[in-house]
């Protein structure tokens, strides 16, 4: 290669790398909307003087949101396009950070936080798909990967920030701080190129290619990038047909619900959403309460550094079992203090242990390996059909963990609620080894092959 052509593709690699980052900002978007609630509650809960199950519902409105803007991400990025649904997504995200922090009654914050959450489900449906899309083969997978951890980042972020307010007990701006990333983040996306496969879907080559000439710099890699992409497009999406035409397609859609539902049952947003309020219940104050939640956070985004280092090298299904087997002890032990009371500094201090060891787990498994096997186990013709009914599973399990918690917290007990979802985590190892496929070094085709022909699930991977 020539002087010239080589800045050329220097210049196309910045220019690919500054897209990328714009478009991981989503994650760190859906990151901030999670973490940033659980700090506000308390103050939300005492100026309103709302019972536990308002703050249940308002907490929760966010993830049907998301549930919805989810289900309708695929039909807006397919019709308009992958950048005009970031830019209205990125809208919302100002929008309704904005209402949260102007709400005037609970019902109001209830509105506020739903048109958060269609925000956040357009969102963590498009800027994963427009990163596949943009992204050059040799980095696809870092470049999803750092998307995971920009959710963790923001969970973190969150945290702190609120912790921050915390001080002057300052819930509108906690949530209303929220619109200044939300608009940069719309700021940026305003500046993405469309995406280049969804130019070709339209038929517009010649603007696919100007894209790609962009992002790659190389004339040859853009031709043959153009071709391939018209090469995989010969398959068309028919999710809903060959979901109700293809007995074994329905099974690799309910191993990707079933998949979703065991994340959201280890207990996760349980911790994310609802932090504080554990910690309030282990005896802590305020701030006690606010700094340890944003250990949590930091400790959240540190554990996820171990899944992407491991999961290509030991595989899924180990680290599942491990993960879960951490997660029910982490429960389990947290749910014996608060059988017992914690009477002594050294039963706290474990306490506080357990439960980031809980968090830990959670980070190196099941949170970054459930998104991964879910887009590993769906055949190409119905992909997007069944990451789409996976991420709404998602959401709406999401939705009734944060609704229930209180309620279970309140009715069921302390030690008991923390029980039961440590016996959930005991049976999702047997869960992993009777259901969950081992896709650790096998391709995607091979994948499907085994899926179309009829083998059992466990026996679709290696
Ligand atoms: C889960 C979210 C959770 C987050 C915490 C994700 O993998 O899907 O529900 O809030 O991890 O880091």
């Known amino acids: 290669m020539n002087t010239v052509a080589m800045t050329a593709t220097g210049h196309a690699r910045r220019h690919a790398v500054f897209v990328a980052t714009l478009a991981a900002l989503a994650g760190l978007m859906f990151g901030l909307d999670v973490g940033v609630i659980s700090g506000a509650q308390q103050f939300i809960q005492r100026e309103f003087a709302i019972s536990d199950a308002a703050i249940e519902h308002i ?142 879907l339209k038929q517009r080559d010649a ?99 171990i899944a992407i280092g491991f999961v290509d090298r030991i595989g899924r299904k180990p680290i599942l079992y491990a993960g879960f087997a951490v997660m029910a002890i982490g429960l389990g032990v947290v749910g014996w203090l608060m059988h017992t009371g914690m009477a002594t500094p050294a039963e706290h201090f474990l306490a506080i242990a357990m439960l980031l060891l809980f968090v830990v787990g959670f980070a190196f498994s099941a949170g970054p390996l459930v998104w991964t096997l879910c887009s590993e186990i769906q055949p190409l013709k119905g992909r997007d059909f069944g990451i789409g009914v996976s991420t709404v599973t998602n959401w709406i399990l999401t939705g009734i963990v944060t609704l229930t918690f209180l309620t279970l917290l309140n009715n069921f007990g302390k030690a008991n609620t923390f029980w039961l979802y440590a016996a959930f985590n005991a049976v999702f190892i047997l869960f992993t080894w009777a259901l969950v496929p081992e896709t650790k070094g096998v391709t995607l085709e091979q994948i499907e092959r085994k899926l179309m022909s009829g083998k059992r699930l466990r026996d679709i991977g290696a």
Request: net charge positive; charged share 15%; proline share 4%.
């Open 207 to 305: 603007d696919a290619s100007a894209v790609l000439q962009k992002l790659r710099g190389d004339p040859d890699a853009v031709r043959s990038e153009v071709a391939e992409i018209k090469e995989q497009l010969r398959t068309p999406q028919q999710g809903w047909r060959l979901f109700l035409e293809n007995r074994n397609f329905r099974r690799s859609v309910g191993l990707g619900i079933a998949l979703q539902v065991v994340q959201q049952l280890t207990g996760i947003n349980v911790v994310m959403y609802y932090a504080p309020r554990i910690f309030a219940d282990m005896g802590y104050a305020t701030d006690a309460q606010m700094w340890f939640t944003a250990i949590v956070g930091l400790t959240n985004v540190l554990a996820t550094f």
């Open 59 to 200: 907490v929760s409105s966010m993830t049907w949101g998301a549930a919805v803007g989810a289900a309708l991400a695929a039909w807006l990025s397919k019709h308009f396009g992958r950048k005009r649904s970031l830019v209205f997504s990125g809208s919302l995200f100002v929008i309704g950070s904005l209402l949260c922090a102007s709400a005037w009654s609970p019902e109001a914050l209830i509105g506020a936080r739903f048109v958060l959450g269609l925000a956040i489900g357009i969102a963590a449906f498009t800027a994963p798909l427009y990163l596949a899309e943009i992204a050059p083969r040799d980095r696809r997978g870092a470049m999803i990967s750092t998307y995971q951890l920009m959710i963790t980042i923001g969970i973190f972020v969150a945290f702190l920030s609120d912790t921050g307010f915390s001080y002057i007990e300052g819930w509108r701006w906690m949530l209303g701080i929220i619109a200044l990333p939300g608009a940069l983040f719309l700021l940026g996306v305003l500046s993405l190129p469309e995406s280049p496969r969804w130019l070709v």
